[in-house]
């Protein structure tokens, strides 16, 4: 069965850091860009960060120079290094590859003193 698996989420407190982890099975990651993204209580998913298939990473304005995103072909897994957490940072966080294959449950993380 072809999916994908979030995990590392939780509670932080403003200013604070978490990182993400998005393993998959059924399929190799290698070859593919692949992506986070994140939604809020009552708004749409968005992208957050990609990283193409050389590791060349992209991020959305709000958290460039926050995050980082890194990837492990050899064990088949993406990760998100999140610092300097803000409240406006809570959210569900999937990882997908472009093209992207059924979703996960994603990760809750939420940003809260």
């Known amino acids: 069965q072809v999916q994908v698996v979030e995990s590392g989420g939780g509670l932080v407190q403003p200013g604070g850091s978490l990182t993400l982890s998005c393993a998959a099975s059924g399929i190799e990651f290698r070859g593919y860009s692949l992506a986070w993204y994140r939604q809020a209580p009552g708004k749409s998913r968005e992208l957050v960060a990609r990283?193409?298939?050389?590791?060349?990473?992209n991020y959305i304005d709000s958290v460039r120079g926050r995050f980082t995103v890194s990837r492990d072909n050899a064990k088949n897994a993406m990760y998100l290094r999140m610092s300097g957490l803000r409240p406006e940072d809570t959210a569900v966080y999937y990882c997908?590859?472009?093209?992207?294959?059924?979703w996960g449950q994603g990760t809750q993380v939420t940003v809260s003193s």
């Open positions: 997908n590859k472009d093209p992207p294959i059924p």
């Open positions: 990283i193409g298939v050389t590791g060349t990473p």
